[in-house]
C-alpha cells in the first residue's frame, strides 16, 4: 500500500511518516522545508517540493500512483495569518486545490485533510460537534474551512473519498524520543512553556487573564500527537475499506486553561520559569474543546495518551534534545 504525505518532514507530518513506515506502508514525502526538517522523514524517499509546482507534484504523483494521500503541509501559526492573509490562502487554499486537482485528473481517491479546530471559531457551545456551524475568526480557520468546503464539492462531483480531520491542540512528542516538534520559531504554549524552562527565552507570556473563563485564561484540549496520529492511521483504513467521505474532530473531549498548562510544565520539568500576564492575542476564542464521540463511535478510535503529564513529558524529553 503506498501512502504519499505533504508536510512529512513536519512536526505532526513526520510523526505520519514514522509510524507508516513502521506499519509497512510504502511512503513518499513532499515538503518545501519551510518548516520541516530532513532528518525527521525516517521512512520512504523525501522530496523536497513547494506545492506551488503544480506540474512538478503531478509528476511524482504519476511515478508513485499512491492508494492515498494524506495532506498536512500548510501555515498553521493564526496571528501571522491575521498580518499575512495571502500567504494562508495560497499555501493552504490554493496550494490544497491544486493538489486535489491532480489528483483527480490522475485517478487517486483518498485522501486525508489536515483540518482545524480553528473553524468553529468561537463556538455557541462548548464541547463542539462537527454538526455545530463553521464561523472561523481568523484567516488560518478561514483558509482550512474553505478547504473543507472544496472537499465537500469535490467528493460530490468527482467521487473523491476523503475524511477531514479536525485537530483541536496537538502536543507532546514520539514516545521513543526520535522525533518531535521542531520549528524555527514555536508559538505553542506548551513548547514556549518548556523553552521558558530550558532557560532558552527568558520568560513565557499569558496572553489574556480576561476571558470568561474558570481563572481568566484560555482553555484548549491537548491531544498528544500518536493519539492524532492513530486517527490518521484508522481513517486511512477506512477510506481504503470503501468508507464514504467524512468529517471528525480530535480531541480528548476537556480543556486545560493556560494556568494549568503552566503550572504542569513546571511540575514535569521540576523548574519554575517566569511567567508574565501579557495582553490577549488576536483571534483566540475563550474555550475550544472537542466533542470526540463521532470519532470514536463511527471509526472506532481511542486515546492512549490522555494525561496532561506524559504529553508533556514527552515534549520535554525531546526538548531537551534540540538545540
Ligand atoms: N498562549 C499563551 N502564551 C504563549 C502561547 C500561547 O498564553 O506563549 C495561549 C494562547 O493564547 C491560547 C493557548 O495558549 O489561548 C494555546 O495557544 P497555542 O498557540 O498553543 O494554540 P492555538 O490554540 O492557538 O492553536
Redesign the pocket.
Known sequence: MRVLVTGGAGYIGSHCVKRLGELGYEVLTIDNLSNGNKWAVLYGELKVVDLSDTAKVREILKNFNPDAVIHFAASIV?PESVKNPIKYYKNNTENTLNLLKNLIELDIKNFIFSSTA?VYGIPDTVPVKETDPLNPINPYGRSKAMVEQILQDLSNAYGLKYVSLRYF?VAGADPEGKIGQAYRES????T?ALKAAKGEIPY?????TDYPTTDG??I?DYIHVSDLIDAHLIALKYLLDNGQSDVFNCGYGHGYS?KEVIYAVKKVTGIDFKVIEADR?PG?PPR?VADSTKIKEKLNWGPKYDDLEFIIKTAWQWEKTIS
Open positions: 493564526v480553528a491542540n508559538t505553542h504554549l506548551i514556549r513565557i507570556e499569558i496572553y489574556g485564561t484560555c484548549r493556560v492575542r483566540d475550544l
